[in-house]
C-alpha cells in the first residue's frame, strides 16, 4: 500500500488571538481549541472560505491543475484525470523570530502554545510563545 500523498494548501486564516488569554488561536476556521488556555472559539472567514473553494492546486501524481471546490481544510480530494487521492492540508505560515544570543533570523512556522528553540547557528536555547 503506498504512503498518502498530501499537498500544502497556499491560502490560511488569518492569524486571531484568544479573546481570553491573547495567545494564537490555531489557524483553522470552525470551533476551535485555544492551546494556551483550552478556550473554545467559534471562527469564521468567509473570504478565506471563498480562497479556499477557489484554489488551484496541482496533483501530486499527474501534475493536472484542480480547483479544489470545497472549503474546508483538511481536504480529501480525487485527481478527475489519474483517479490519485491525495490530503490537502492546511497552510501553516512562517514566522521569522531573532535569536536573543546571536540575533540570527529563524524561520519556523507559527503553531499556537510556547515552544524550546535551540538556535542553530550558536546553540543558544531559548522560549517562544505565540
Known amino acids: 500500500m503506498s504512503e498518502e500523498s498530501t499537498v500544502e494548501s497556499r491560502v490560511a486564516p488569518p492569524a486571531l488571538s484568544c479573546p481570553k488569554c491573547e495567545g ?6 470552525g470551533e476551535v481549541q ?3 488556555c483550552s478556550a473554545n472559539v467559534r471562527i469564521d472567514h468567509p473570504v ?20 479544489v471546490g470545497v472549503d ?15 490530503t490537502l492540508t492546511p497552510h501553516i505560515p512562517k514566522v521569522e523570530i531573532t535569536c536573543p544570543g546571536c540575533e540570527r ?20 536555547a531559548f522560549n517562544v510563545k505565540f
Do not use: N
Not at 494564537?24 to 476556521?29: C, E, F, M, R
Not at 483538511?74 to 491525495?86: I, Y
Open 48 to 67: 478565506t472560505r471563498k480562497k479556499w473553494k477557489e484554489e488551484k492546486v496541482g496533483c501530486p501524481e499527474c501534475g493536472k491543475v484542480l480547483i
Open 105 to 124: 533570523q529563524l524561520r519556523m512556522k507559527r503553531k499556537p502554545g510556547a515552544r524550546r528553540i535551540d538556535c542553530p547557528a550558536c546553540d543558544t
Open 34 to 36: 485555544c492551546t494556551l
Open 24 to 29: 494564537l488561536l490555531p489557524s483553522a476556521l
Open 72 to 86: 474546508k481544510r483538511p481536504a480529501h480530494l480525487k485527481c478527475a484525470s489519474c483517479m490519485h487521492h491525495f
